[in-house]
Nanobody
Framework: QVQLIESGGGLVQAGDSLRLSCAAS????????MSWFRQVRGKERELVAS????????YYEDHVKGRFTISRDNTKNTVYLQMNTLRPEDTAVYYC????????????????????WGQGTQVTVSS
């Protein structure tokens, strides 16, 4: 049984930092590209950042470039999202997604491409 468990969310003030973690089990983690998405109630789930299975390539949406960093530790089956200089508009439920890929350069960017999802962790940024 595949599980993706996010943690690290919380309530912070604008300008603060948070580090999200997503621990994977039940799959061969090094075979999977990983991403972080976020969703505000009533809106579509949107991509935040992606990382290839080997961690050698990353992708960021424009609204988080320079503030967020995605990384992974394949020895710990975990992907991270370091979020700095948080803004109120970053408030959302953050989800990690996993997509199996034999291509080490593959960076899936759409929700439909993903095989598995976590349950989400709430991030709330107050102004």
């Amino acid at each position: 049984q595949v599980q993706l468990i996010e943690s690290g969310g919380g309530l912070v003030q604008a300008g603060d930092s948070l580090r999200l973690s997503c621990a994977a089990s039940g799959l061969t983690f090094r075979w999977y590209a990983m991403s972080w998405f976020r969703q505000v109630r009533g809106k579509e789930r949107e991509l935040v950042a992606s990382i290839t299975s080997t961690g050698t390539r990353t992708y960021y949406e424009d609204h988080v470039k320079g503030r967020f960093t995605i990384s992974r530790d394949n020895t710990k089956n975990t992907v991270y999202l370091q979020m700095n200089t948080l803004r109120p508009e970053d408030t959302a439920v953050y989800y990690c997604g996993a997509r199996i890929s034999s291509d080490a350069t593959y960076l899936p960017r759409t929700r439909a491409e993903y095989d598995y999802w976590g349950q989400g962790t709430q991030v709330t940024v107050s102004s």
